[in-house]
């Protein structure tokens, strides 16, 4: 499990200001809810935008800055309300690819039943 730390949870796999995410892949990821106004993106995050319990962007800022299809679809999502989620991102390029892939796409994490 990536990202995942000790809180207190306050509902369905969700903390105050985290909220639980499956990967396409099952991975489980915890990931931080960012401010709405004024986000400055830092370059050892990764990002994702979520629009209706869909992930449809995620990347780097370096991503929104290098690519203009990420850049596009970045302020489609942004100008239409999709709200904006962050983990820390992997240090080698590779992994950072492969976790993109694995959150553009997905749902949310659902809670267990007891």
């Keep these: 499990m990536i990202g995942f730390n000790d809180s207190a949870e306050t ?3 969700e903390t105050s200001a985290s909220v639980l ?3 396409r892949s099952g991975r489980r ?9 004024g986000v ?6 990764l990002y994702a935008l979520e629009d209706n319990g869909v992930i449809g962007w995620a990347g780097t800022a370096e991503d929104l800055i290098g690519d203009h299809r990420a850049r ?8 239409g309300g999709a709200r904006m989620l962050s983990l820390a991102a ?3 390029p590779l992994s950072v ?18």
């Design 11 to 13: 509902g369905i796999g």
């Design 72 to 79: 596009e679809k970045f302020r489609r999502l942004s100008a």
């Design 97 to 114: 690819m492969t976790l993109v892939w694995d959150l553009e796409g997905s749902r949310r994490a659902m809670g267990r039943a007891a």
């Design 29 to 37: 990821y915890l990931m931080e809810r960012e401010r709405e106004a």
């Design 90 to 92: 992997p240090s080698d």
């Design 21 to 23: 995410w499956a990967g």
């Design 40 to 45: 400055a993106m830092a370059p050892s995050r």
